[in-house]
């Protein structure tokens, strides 16, 4: 069973910055593709970032320039690193995979607020 476990999440100013990480538990972390979601409350589930097995990354066009993913297998681990937050960065953000089934963390809460 793969589990994911997310944390780093915090109250940051605006134009501050935060590392998150997910820590994987299961299977092959380095077969997987990872992602990290957030919703913002009252909104849906929206994706930030991907980071294939072959480590090429996208993200939202929101967050380009702002946002890094980066994973260490070593570690079997993946980052978000946030930089220049906004208040609509504020959501609750969520690490998921999809290796036959969709699994998803527990998530960790951003919240960017002076």
């Known amino acids: 069973q793969v589990q994911l476990v997310e944390s780093g999440g915090g109250l940051v100013q605006p134009g501050g910055s935060l590392r998150l990480s997910c820590s994987v538990s299961?299977?092959?972390?380095?077969?997987?593709?990872m992602e990290w979601y957030r919703e913002a409350p009252g909104k849906q589930r929206d994706l930030v970032a991907h980071v294939s097995n072959r480590n090429m990354t996208t993200y939202a066009d929101s967050v380009k320039g702002r946002f890094t993913i980066s994973r260490d297998n070593a570690k079997n681990t993946v980052y978000l690193q946030l930089h220049s937050l906004k208040p609509e960065d504020t959501a609750v953000y969520y690490c998921?995979?999809?290796?036959?089934?969709?699994?998803w963390g527990k998530g960790t809460l951003v919240t960017v607020s002076s």
């Open positions: 998921h995979t999809f290796y036959g089934l969709h699994y």
């Open positions: 299961g299977g092959m972390f380095s077969f997987y593709n």
